[in-house]
């Protein structure tokens, strides 16, 4: 992760975005339970806030970066007998089939270039009727600026992309909806059953 992505995911004023913003925008009124897993977790906040929202939730926070591993295990620490933190490609989940009732992603796809493996994986990894909920940046002009010089490999989502792949990979009730001026785009989706 880059490390003003790095320094911006770890603020507190991150964290309080996270849980009055974000949060309830991502969830759309969904109250998930059980076990629920993070991929491309950075820092781990949007498991800690969904963690202190919902306290028969179990999560596992994953990223690929192993700074931002460590930073999400110092995260976690309060919620240690229902939270972790690990180590894992999203691309290459390491969780049996329908492991979780819940999987988030928020603004990761874009950080890996076959985003396809790892949405296709966080259907995987879902019990059938699981949900899938997340977020990510639109290719547009304003986010190809913001990501500007940075050395990893970004892949920005194409309007209708996300829908495609969704459908593509046999997932039910698909809702993908444009915000924040068409620069991010919203969705959900189940695990067929």
């Known amino acids: ?39 491309g977790a950075g820092s781990g906040a949007m ?8 306290p028969g939730l179990r999560m596992v926070a994953t990223d690929f970066d192993a700074a931002m591993v460590a930073a999400a295990q110092y995260m976690l620490a309060p ?12 691309a290459d989940l390491p ?9 988030l992603s928020a603004a990761m796809l874009h950080h890996v270039v076959a985003w396809e493996e ?13 949900l899938l909920l997340g977020y990510d940046l639109l290719d547009t002009g304003p986010v ?27 997932a039910a009730n698909i809702r993908v909806r444009p915000g924040i001026g068409s620069l991010v785009i919203r969705f959900a989706a189940c695990k067929a059953t």
């Open 95 to 103: 969780f049996d089939d329908g492991r979780f009732g819940f999987v």
């Open 144 to 170: 190809r600026l913001l990501h500007f010089g940075e050395r990893h490999d970004t892949r920005l989502l194409q309007p209708g992309e996300l829908e495609g792949e969704l459908a593509r990979l046999h």
């Open 79 to 90: 919620f240690a007998d229902r939270a972790s933190a690990q180590r894992a490609d999203a």
């Open 47 to 54: 498991t800690a806030q969904l963690l202190t929202a919902f």
């Open 118 to 130: 790892a949405l296709a994986e966080a259907i995987r990894v879902l019990r059938p009727g699981g």
């Open 1 to 39: 992760m880059p490390a003003v992505a790095r320094a911006l995911t770890t603020s507190p004023p991150y964290r309080l975005i996270a849980r009055r913003v974000l949060l309830p925008w991502v969830l759309q009124g969904e109250h998930p339970s059980g076990d629920g897993l993070e991929i």
